[in-house]
């Protein structure tokens, strides 16, 4: 393979919007050893669309635990053995002291809660408390009605976050209580509405190369806004095996996510710190420019001042939220 020359080739592909199954496939055969050449050609992309600022956001989870859904990854599912504690909807004041506190330290917020969905009451609960909320404003309550979808709306919510997990082909491995067409009506209802939507999914969990173009196609499809990649951090007691990927094949997977979305937010969240380790910054070179900052839903993330430092170090900017 020449690297050099695919890259090239890649680049150019993106940058009019015409990244095929087949350039796809470029990608999934790229050597490990030659990955700095796809990483420049990812880096070039980000540049281009972004320059240099980065999106990062926070998470509250304003409802912890207890959740009916049997997703054999996810910490908070009644299906699996851990220790995670069930807590009732977080209070008004509660939300909006967090949001003060993203707020201050520029970052984007985003409410999440556990289970299939929030029930009609409690999104109004949490809508009310969004009205009094300050800055960009995200939530991910779950499968809502076009009713909800609207009321987040008018209460300042700007993007709604669903993600499709895995591939199609793969999703029944992980999840079997919902299908995977109710995660894409959701998509598609929160869209038909005017939100942003963002909507991405867990590498590591057993799935091929194969099932990761998979659903970078069925993403490009849905015209998703934003791209969250998920590492698998194993909580103990779930029902997936610790990855066996490095570090770098899954940045390939963020080269690969950012050259197939050229203009799309692409945020690395979840399970960075625990499987990039030290090449942690590599994300921005390898084509994101968003990321989770401080703590996740169940568990701990490098504070919001490392985050910042790392950034720093590399001249790259947050987003203004004015």
């Not at 490990?32 to 240099?52: G, M, P, S, V, Y």
Request: glycine share 6%; net charge neutral; aromatic share 8%.
């Amino acid at each position: 393979m020449n690297t050099f020359k695919n890259a090239e080739y890649l680049y150019e592909k993106a940058l009019e919007r015409e990244i095929t199954e087949k350039d796809l496939d470029i990608i999934v055969q790229w050597p490990l050893e030659d990955i700095c050449c796809l990483f420049a050609c990812a880096n070039k992309l980000r540049q281009t669309f972004f320059k240099n600022t980065v999106d990062p956001c926070a998470l509250m989870n304003i409802k912890s635990g207890g959740c009916s859904e049997d997703c054999a990854f996810c910490s908070q599912s009644a299906y699996n053995n851990t220790s995670v504690p069930v807590t009732e909807l977080a209070k008004e004041e509660e939300i909006i002291k967090n949001n003060l506190e993203a707020y201050k330290k520029s970052l984007t917020f985003c409410v999440v809660s556990s289970g299939r969905r929030l029930s009609q009451q409690e999104v109004k609960k949490v809508a009310n408390a969004l009205k009094k909320c300050k800055g960009e404003l995200h939530a991910s309550l779950g499968i809502l009605s076009m009713e909800e979808f609207q009321l987040l709306k008018e209460s300042g919510v700007k993007c709604y976050n669903h993600n499709l997990e895995t591939s199609r082909s793969y999703y029944s491995k992980i999840v079997t209580t919902h299908k995977y067409e109710d995660r894409i009506n959701t998509v598609k209802a929160a869209k038909s509405v005017g939100l942003l939507v963002c909507c991405g999914g867990i590498f590591g969990m057993g799935e091929s190369w194969e099932d990761r173009k998979e659903l970078c196609l069925e993403l490009k499809k849905l015209d998703v806004d934003t791209i969250p990649i998920n590492f698998l951090n194993a909580i103990p007691g779930t029902r997936v095996n610790p990855p066996k990927e490095t570090p770098l094949e899954f940045l390939k997977i963020v080269s690969m996510f950012r050259i197939a979305h050229p203009d799309k937010t692409i945020k690395v969240c979840g399970g960075r710190e625990v499987n990039l380790r030290k090449l942690q910054p590599l994300i921005f070179f390898a084509g994101a420019n968003g990321y989770i900052s401080g703590d996740y839903l169940t568990t701990k993330g490098d504070s919001v001042e490392s985050d910042d430092e790392m950034i720093k170090e590399i001249n790259l900017i947050k987003k203004s939220l004015k």
